[in-house]
């Protein structure tokens, strides 16, 4: 059971703009900044979003995040069929003093 | 730009202790800017945060593996370790040894990941 929440999977057409929810609670979203990260199949997970809404570079601008409260949301826009992967938010938990991610959430693009 | 790189067995065996070294190399691992830590993925699952470390030797646990984690980190040879003790099948996973930015706790860099499978 992860400390937050994210839906096991999402879809969405080429094209198509998708949304992946992350609940969390006030010791760790509601406190703490938020970052998603992208695992595409048989690879290291890589940083996509950093500071709830802060893009690295050469992250595509098809990527967005926010925060509100207890809640992030990370957006894709423009889906292509290289985004199919999955996503995990994460964020720092004051009660446990650790870093807490989301279960995952796959992605598939139809 | 950073790169990380783990060294260790692919096999343990149950009860004993899983040892991983990681060696970055592109900078340095006394940067006040980062700090230094383990992930762990089990087959088919998602992630799990091992523990961290700064370069003075703070550490960090993940509460459910406190008892059984040690990290720790060498500057003079700009590698840290991880050792879990009394591994079980269900420490059988992928880990990644990772360098995290102090400020957002954004994991910026990730080691390739060693899958360690417990078995005897």
């Known amino acids: 059971q992860s400390v937050l929440t994210q839906p096991p999977s999402a879809s969405g057409t080429p094209g198509q703009r998708v949304t992946i929810s992350c609940s969390g609670s006030s010791s760790n979203i509601g406190s703490n900044t938020v970052n998603w990260y992208q695992q595409l199949p048989g690879t290291a997970p890589k940083l996509l979003i950093y500071?709830?809404?802060q893009r690295p570079s050469g992250v595509p601008d098809r990527f967005s995040g926010s925060k509100s409260g207890t809640s992030a949301s990370l957006a894709i826009s423009g889906l292509q069929s290289e985004d199919e992967a999955d996503y995990y938010c994460?964020?720092?938990?004051?009660?446990?003093?650790?870093?807490?991610f989301g279960g995952g959430t796959k992605l598939t693009v139809l | 730009q950073l790169q990380l790189q783990e060294s260790g067995p692919g096999l343990v065996k149950p009860s004993e202790t899983l040892s991983f070294t990681c060696t970055v190399s592109g900078g340095s691992i006394s940067s006040s800017s980062y700090y230094w830590g383990w992930i762990r993925q089990p087959p088919g699952k998602g992630l799990q945060w091992i523990g961290s470390i700064y370069y003075s030797g703070s550490t960090y646990y993940n509460p459910s593996l406190k008892s059984r984690v040690t990290i720790s980190v060498d500057t003079s040879k700009n590698q840290f370790s991880l050792k879990l003790s009394s591994v079980t099948a269900a420490d059988t996973a992928v880990y990644y040894c990772?360098?995290?930015?102090?400020?957002?706790?954004?994991?910026?860099?990730w080691g390739q990941g060693t899958l360690v499978t417990v078995s005897s």
């Open positions: 994460a964020a720092w938990d004051d009660s446990l003093s650790g870093l807490v």
């Open positions: 500071g709830n809404n």
């Open positions: 990772v360098g995290v930015r102090g400020q957002e706790v954004s994991i910026d860099y």
